[in-house]
């Protein structure tokens, strides 16, 4: 029997398909996980793309990276480049207005060296992490990185200076020798003329900053050549390569208060000028010299009793007294000021008053003030303040407002009057007579001075003749003395017995005639007038008894 075939159809789609199929689920759904978790696209401007590579430059976070340059293009206005780069979802947070963006590149200045770590892997763009502030897709990016690492605790300050000094990023702000902080940078005001800085403090010194601190400046070595000498400043080793600041609290200051972030403070000239600068109140006066001002310098002391009390505002103000200096008589207006604090006083209003009424009545007797040579080798002048006896009350005087204290000429001036006064009392003296007279006794002191001369040597010839015949007419006798004495005894003349006997007689003549003498020697008149003393009772000696 005979079975017929069975035709079944087969299916129009291969199960091979399904590989690619589930490749295209697959693929459609890492892109869409890829799209639903990437992070937003940012704009960043740069003022140029040097070193910055499309898909290869990162953006970091604290050396994580967190995106990637995806393009870059030229601005509209073609001063600059912008940079587009996609930022991880993970760190979209941190994209607010108080992002700062910069590019780390090799770095090397005078004040710096940063950067070096990407000389193999690249520049790469840093991103600070802050997630405070409102979300922003756009961003100008700083010029170089920030001085203060984003985060670092610390203080925020706003120091403003009109010196000549320039502080740049980098320089650094020490206190007693430490290194404390940094300048961080630096903006000139055309309208005020004057340098505003941003820096930074670290902790913990940022609790020494007080709304009574001080900044001045220390910046390499500073040669001041004062009334009172040479002074030489000096800061750390880092301040005399380039320039630097340091701070503190003035003598008799208190502490104060803490400041809050981004306070204002003013950076002085040097610690005396930081120091001086707590006192505001100040009372004005005039000078007015009628002599030689050289030596003498704006901010020199004001001294009263050899303790500073205010100091020089300026010299020869213009419009101070009219006239000009060419005028013979023509007096240079010096403007001093006294300051109560220095006094002992309340630094206000009332301690200014008290000042004010204390010098009036001084200026009405006899306070006067006179310049004096602080060093002979700088020659800097100060002014002095002294009471001096004698001299004429005179009436209380003003210009343009200002008391006038009455002036006495200086120590040098009066030297100077004095040998003046000198040389005309010698010009007037008869100078020709007198030198003639003068020649006159020289000549006959010099004859005189033969004359003794001469008389000195006939003297010298005579003493030596006197002497050497003296010497020899004694020595002739002594011999002939001797020669006779010899003769007569080698001839029989007198004996050893008989010298004996004649020397023994002499000495019994001499022990007679001791009474005598010793008579005389008591009451040499004895000889003349009689003696009315009683006879010298003389001890008899005991009578022997007969056995």
Known sequence: MTE????????????????PLAAVIIGAWMVF?????????????????????????????RDLDVGQVKKISLKPDLNGVLVEARIDASASHLLTENTEFWVVAPRISFSEVSGLNTLFSG??????????????LN???????????????????????????????????????????????????INDRVVYYDAFIEAPYHRLITENTRFWNVSGIRFRLESSGITVETGSLETL???GITFGIPEGVS????????????????????????YEIAASYMLMIEESVRGLKVGAPVEYRGLEIGQVEAINAIDSVRGNVMQEDYPIPVLISIYPGKVHQKDNQAGLEIVKATMNNWLSSDLRASLRMGNILTGGLYVDLQHIEGV??????????????????????????????????????????????????????????????????????LIADIDAKALNTNLNQMLENLNKLVRNYSEGGLSSNEIKQTVDAMQDTMRNLQPLLLQLNQAPNSLIFTDNREQELQPKAAKKENK
Request: no cysteine.
């Open 4 to 19: 017929d075939a069975h035709v079944a159809s087969t299916s129009r789609v291969s199960k091979i398909w399904l590989v």
């Open 33 to 61: 996980y890829q799209w639903s978790n990437q992070g937003p696209m940012i704009t960043i401007e740069l003022p140029s793309a040097n070193g910055i590579e499309v898909n290869k430059t990162p953006v970091k976070v």
């Open 123 to 136: 520049s790469y763009i840093a991103m600070s992490a802050d997630d405070s502030g409102d979300e922003q």
């Open 139 to 189: 961003f100008v990016a700083l010029t170089r990185p920030p001085v203060t690492p984003p985060g670092t605790p610390g203080l925020h300050v706003t120091l403003k200076s009109d010196d000549a000094f320039a502080y740049k990023s980098g320089d650094p702000i020490i206190y007693k020798g430490f290194k404390v902080g940094e300048f961080e940078d630096a903006v000139f005001d």
């Open 241 to 243: 390569l380039a320039n």
């Open 255 to 278: 502490d104060g208060k803490q400041v809050s972030e981004n306070a204002n403070f003013t950076i002085y000239e040097d610690a005396s000028a930081a120091a001086n600068a707590r």
């Open 392 to 461: 004429d009350p005179q009436p209380l005087r003003q210009v343009n407002g200002i008391d006038v204290i009455p002036t006495i000429s200086n120590e040098f001036t009066q030297l100077t009057q004095k040998a003046d006064a000198i040389l005309d009392k010698i010009n007037a003296l008869p100078l020709n007579d007198m030198v003639d007279q003068v020649a006159v006794a020289v000549t006959q002191m010099k004859v005189a001075a033969e004359s003794v001369e001469n008389a000195g040597d006939d003297f010298d010839a």
